[in-house]
Each structure stands twice: as C-alpha cells, then as structure tokens.
C-alpha cells in the first residue's frame, strides 16, 4: 500500500481532478516521475551510464554514437600532430635525410586522417609510422586498443536499443477493453491478448495489478495495490499465444462487490505480460492499462480460433485468424449479476 501527498501537479490538478489518469499508459509507458530529487539520487543513474543511455531517444544514441568516434579521432590527431611538431617534422626541409616520427604528416587534417586511419585500420598506406619513433609506435599500438573499445560499446548500444525499440514492445496486442463475465461457471475477469508479428512469444506468464485510490485526509491518499494471476483459457499458468488467446482472472470474493470496485473511476486495472522472444531469446514485459470505463461487465469475447481455409492458387490448406474481430465483444447469455 502506497501513501503519498495529494499535492498539486504542473497544472495545479490532484490526481482525482485529471480525468483518466493512468499510471500506465496503453502503451506500456509508466507515467510516473520523479520529482524533487536530490543530486545524491541522480548519481545513481551515473553509476550505470550504458543502461541510462539505452532510455534516450534514438536520435541521442546516434549522437552519442558519432561522438564516440569523433572524440576519439580528434584526442589521438591532436596527439600525433604535437608528436610530429616535437619532433621537427612539421618543418623538415626537402633535403633532410633524417627519418620523421610520422611520414606525411605535414598539417593537422593530415594527422587527423592518420588518426582515422590507424582506429579503423584502413592501411591507405601513404602516412604510416617510423619504427625509429618509439612513441608514436606506442600511439598507434594504444589508440588501436582504445578503438575496438569504442566500436565495441558503441556497436553494443545500437544493438541492445534495437532490442529494446518500439518493435519490441508492440510484439503483443491488448484488447481495447477488458470485460467481466462468465468463463468456467466462475466470474473471471477477463483480457484478450495476442502476438502482432512472426517472432513468437515462449514461456508467457501473466498477472494484473488492480489499484484502488483512497482518500484518508484532506491532502493525501493511498494506493492500494492487489495482485491477481491471470492463466489460460484451460487454466494453466503458462500462456499459449500461439494464436490470440483470452486470459482470465477468476473473481475468489464476492462478485458484486468486485464489480463495484472494477467500476470505481479512481480504479486502475493494469496487466503485466512476460515472457522470451523466440528469435533472440530477450525477455521482455509488455504492459497496458485499462480504466473503468473500459470494462465491460457481463460481456464475452468473441471466438476468433484458427480456421481451416484452403488456397486455391496453391491448393494448400492455411489455418487463418481473423485479427478484425480481436476487440469484438458480444453479450454473456449466462451472466445474473
């Protein structure tokens, strides 16, 4: 049970004041931030700055990706260029038979192409190292390390990102309601959910969190939280998606009252799915909220299972689910409250 301060928002509006308000969104999305925090707290999000960088939006990971090489190639041409000027090639004479530290750098773009050159391993061939120069040797031997370093972390932030983008988290499909009805001569509460693309989801589980608002003074209210499991349509915990599939809760209290309480407008039904994607193994938590008003009390699903249809053209036989019907409800004939 969480308690906290009915205090005034951005707009001046209490939490009961907002219509709809949701702590999640439909998305999945927590629309809960952190407001106030001490800079003693925000260190935490430094200690860990891979995992921070991965909630930015795509167009700062392709900046922090750019940069990461830029940086790089300017520290190390800076360092090659001073190599160079300490060296007296910046000045060599046509006829100076000495050996220079760096052949053919002769400017600052030049030591900067030597740079980019050395990190990705290019070997254009024309600007190269002296092995009489011992630490411009050294340069290139610890900017080659640094280098698979940065392509590493960088190449490792664009994939994990990918992994964690929109793709993924529309890998399943909510019901645009919920409903309450009758499923196994029990009340159950009730959620259709299904895959919206050809990698699968293995081992699913899932299980909902009711929260409930409640004032106790005049300037602060508490959330009660309540845990229920949801399992398939023949009860098990594991969740087949092979096609869409309705989850249900069965309603263990009294049914009436549980109704009431799902009705409530400060009510907030929010549903956790979990479970591994097939093609690389990630797991993932698809979440999605419903409000009371997107309840539907003695309503049923409709049937969409797979139907039998032949193909003409190839005169093979394909099992299709119509997705046009996913949301569609329809009156529960067995339904007495």
Known sequence: ??????????????????????????????????????????KRFLRNPFTTILTLKWRWILI???????VTWLIFAVIYYAISSSNGDLDRAEDDTTVPCLNNVDSFTDAFLFSLETQHTIGYGFRN???????????????????????CVTAGLVVAKLQLGKR?????????????????????LMVRI???????????????????????????????ERIIDFVSENGSTN?????????????????????????????????????????????????????????EIGKQF????????????????HHIVDYADFNNQQPDEQWTL
């Open 239 to 295: 969740l087949n998606l092979l096609w869409p599939a309705v989850i249900h809760s069965q309603v263990t209290e009294n049914e009436t009252e549980c109704v009431k309480r799902l009705q409530n407008p400060t009510t907030e039904l929010i549903i956790i799915i979990e479970g591994i994607l097939e093609a690389t193994g990630q797991n993932v938590q698809l979440r999605t909220s419903y409000l009371a008003h997107e309840i």
């Open 129 to 151: 190292p002296s092995s009489q120069c011992s630490i411009a040797v050294c340069m290139v031997y610890i900017q080659f390390i640094i280098g698979v370093a940065v392509q």
């Open 168 to 188: 993924t988290s529309k890998a399943l499909v909510f019901s645009e309601k919920a409903c309450i009805g009758m499923c196994n001569n029990n009340v159950c």
């Open 1 to 42: 049970m969480l308690r906290y301060s009915k205090t005034s928002d951005l707009h001046g509006m209490s939490c009961n004041s907002v219509p709809n308000s949701r702590i999640i969104n439909r998305d999945g999305k927590v629309q809960i931030f952190l407001d106030k925090i001490s800079f003693g707290k925000r």
């Open 302 to 317: 409709t049937d969409i299972s797979p139907q039998l249809v032949k193909v003409p053209s190839r005169n093979t036989y």
């Open 194 to 224: 299904g895959t919206s693309g050809k990698s699968a989801l293995v081992n699913v589980k899932g299980y909902g969190v009711i929260i409930e608002r409640h004032e106790i003074t005049a300037g602060d209210e508490i959330l009660d």
């Open 64 to 70: 922090v990706f750019a940069i990461g090489f830029i």
